[in-house]
């Protein structure tokens, strides 16, 4: 390859993914010695968290990097596109993922260490990395499935006959769901002759200059939107969550309810408001409250009725369960919608009727999404990780046989206690600000006359009363009353909670010191809506169409 | 593999005839495949194939007893014996490709950038085209073989 094609050799941003391809590779090959093996994985996820930093301040103060793997130009290589968005996703993965490998050293027994826990958890981190990193819609699959296949060992981790079933179910689903997404970009290839996402995102802009008809490319990103949904776990495809959650192993629960979720939030926000916004379809669809011409303003509705369900769902089953991981499963269900609900709310008014407003809405709802699904990350990825301690100390997580914790373990249930307060919504906690701009979005998509922003509004209302419903009752029976025989035994370890409890502070810092996380988010949402820049910062050749 | 369902003198003869072939076209894919059809990826199935063939008619010990000439290892134990050893090529299989991709980084180039020089003159050959994107190739290969036959050997032994 010459040098003299114009590619940028910034290999910054390809440095996160490499330090978590590295590393699984070395631990693959030092299997045979625990504590090697145990220390090359926490240097790797160490040099993890240093790469994504190093990216964000660079990104941040320096804007877009790109990134054209063996140097092929785009569109015919493939991209690595570091934006805003892209690199908050990747904070968000490194932070959680950075507590998650160190519980899971102290949490998961030497045997299944051994077996191969380090190598699948560290292609499943590469998994995460290359979908946020990733300008082409095919690698984005690659991605996909890279970060899916460590998680059907994880969820058959244990080989019991509930492990296999929720195994099972997990991999016939998502494999069709791979087998959808494939046919959807096969179709969006087809139809628009690229895989480059800024270069789909130009020729939609322009259809007429390009010779392509961007109607069939709305139907392909329905059933893409399907994939991602299934992804997410949101309603009507949540039915895998709370099975496949229990069976893991549960620090990667912490990682799939925290990480792998948001690679499909990502996903719908990329390619939804980035990608196929610049979408038109001329005369609209026709149909009966699908109004509006751009893609987003047909994606919106369908969004919202999901979003909706998610939350009554999601807040319904966790109120009934009698589980701390059923409980924690259920509650990702309905918290993953108050994530897609503002970006359902700003879809509906993308329109332009709404005007200049618009734009600063639709931004507003995209920072909502993000900070909640940071939010979430953190305090669900801490919740899953207290119902591991608890399971370690009193082997058991059946509510009817835990009582007593406050007494028993003070510190853990204190971080628990952080956790739900940051689910709830309670100030001055990460969770407060995420609720506060979920309203916020609703509100002001009321006061500019969006139709259905009231029942939005209502619906989140619902969702959080629900929120608050299912964690007290967890509370109460769980972690006060008498201590039970089960607790009563049981030892906890120290570098479990002190896991938790460093999380826990994390979810107050990041409610306390909260400005610089607003104006992360900010950026990342401009980021995610700036199609243009985004062509601008790929820059794929133009290709004549014959 | 039961004494009394012995394969026949045929399924044997074919066998030992057939399974260089597979190998030497098995290489053949691999070393044309950086630019024609082709590589690591189909050379190597092509390779288990092979494999498969030897454990299907000549039994699943009968490789490490008479080719290697040594005891084969318990069944049903999963890190020892060959199986342990596939683990192992495939374990180098991913390194090396890894590796052939850092090796670009090294070089000032883009992660996987390949290269390719022409060696001439040579006897017979004229000019021998040595491609960088084998050494990927043979990662694959190697990635390939072991995780095909690590599964193939443990399913079997099941």
């Known amino acids: ?546 | 593999m039961s004494l009394d369902r012995q394969p026949t003198v045929i399924a044997r003869t074919v066998t030992r005839l057939v399974v260089p072939l597979i190998l030497v076209t098995a290489l053949a894919l691999l070393f044309q495949g950086h630019n024609l059809p082709g590589g690591g990826f189909i050379a190597g199935v092509l390779t288990v194939t092979a494999f498969a063939l030897v454990y299907v008619i000549f039994g699943l010990d009968y490789l490490e007893a008479e080719l290697l000439d040594r005891n084969p290892g318990t069944r049903y134990e999963t890190e020892s014996g060959i199986i342990r050893e596939y683990g192992t090529v495939f374990a180098v299989g991913l390194a090396v490709a890894v590796g052939s991709g850092i090796a670009a980084i090294a070089l000032g180039y883009p992660f996987l950038t390949q290269a390719v020089a022409f060696v001439e003159p040579l006897p017979i050959y004229h000019e021998l085209e040595v491609a960088s994107a084998l050494v990927f190739d043979l990662g694959v290969y190697a990635v390939v073989v072991g995780a095909l036959l690590t599964i193939l050997a443990e399913v079997g032994s099941e």
């Open chain 1, 1 to 546: 390859m010459s040098a003299d094609l114009a590619v940028s050799t910034t290999h910054v941003v390809v440095a996160p993914m490499l330090a978590a391809l590295v590393t699984a590779v070395l631990t693959l090959g030092t299997r045979r010695y625990d504590r090697l093996q145990r220390v090359l994985s926490l240097l790797g996820i160490g040099a993890y968290g240093v790469g994504v930093i190093v990216l964000t301040t660079r990104v941040l103060s320096g804007g877009t990097l790109t990134y054209q793997l063996s140097a092929w130009p785009a569109p015919f290589g493939i991209t690595l596109v570091a934006d805003a968005l892209a690199v908050f996703m990747l904070a968000l993965a490194a932070l959680t993922t950075v507590a998650i490998l160190i519980f899971s050293v102290a949490y998961v027994d030497e045997e299944g260490q051994r077996v191969s826990y380090h190598p699948l958890f560290h292609f499943m981190l590469l998994g995460v990395s290359g979908s946020f990193l990733t300008g082409d819609i095919f690698n984005l699959f690659v991605w996909f499935e890279v970060m899916l296949m460590p998680s059907y060992v994880f969820v058959v981790f244990y080989s019991g006959p509930r492990q296999t079933a929720a195994a099972l179910q997990y991999t016939v689903l998502n494999l069709v769901g791979s087998a959808l997404m494939l046919v959807a970009i096969g179709g969006i290839y087809a139809t628009t002759g690229t895989l480059n996402m800024a270069d789909i995102t130009r020729r939609l802009a322009d259809p007429a200059a390009f010779g392509i008809d961007p109607a069939p490319v709305l139907g392909l990103s329905a059933i893409l939107l399907l994939v991602f949904a299934l992804k997410a776990g949101i309603v009507p495809f949540q039915f895998w969550v709370p099975p496949a959650y229990r069976a893991a192993p549960a620090p990667i629960s912490a990682f799939l309810a925290g990480v792998t979720k948001k690679v499909g939030v990502y996903a719908i926000v990329r390619l939804y408001f980035t990608v196929f916004a610049a979408g038109v379809v001329d005369g609209g669809l026709g149909l009966p409250g699908l109004s509006g011409e751009s893609f987003l303003a047909f994606f919106g509705p369908v969004l919202f009725l999901m979003a909706l369900a998610s939350m009554l769902v999601g807040g319904v089953g966790a109120v009934s369960r009698d589980n701390l991981d059923d409980v924690f499963a259920y509650s990702s269900i309905g918290q993953v919608g108050f994530i897609v609900l503002p970006l359902a709310v700003v879809a509906t008014i993308g329109d332009h009727s709404f005007g200049a407003a618009a734009t600063d809405l639709q931004v507003l709802g995209v920072i909502a999404a993000l900070v909640y699904s940071l939010n979430h990350a953190v305090a669900k990825s801490l919740l899953f990780m207290v119902s591991g301690t608890v399971f370690d100390a009193a082997d058991t997580i059946e509510l009817d046989r835990l009582g007593g914790l406050t007494t028993r373990y003070p510190v853990l249930s204190g971080s628990f206690f952080v956790g739900s307060l940051a689910l709830v919504g309670i100030p001055p906690l990460s969770g407060f600000f995420g609720k506060l701009l979920v309203f916020d979005t609703g509100g002001q998509a009321l006061a500019a006359g969006a139709p259905g922003a009231g029942l939005a509004l209502a619906g989140a209302l619902v969702g959080a009363i629900f929120t608050i419903a299912y964690l007290s009752r967890a509370w109460t029976k769980g972690f006060w009353g008498d201590v039970t025989p089960a607790v009563e035994r049981g030892e906890q370890s120290t570098v479990l909670v002190g896991v938790v409890a460093a999380l826990a502070l994390v979810v107050v810092a990041i409610g306390v010191g909260f400005d610089p996380v607003y104006s992360f988010a900010e950026a990342a949402a401009e980021a995610a809506l700036d199609s243009e820049g985004y062509v601008d910062a790929v820059d794929p050749e133009v290709v004549a169409h014959e």
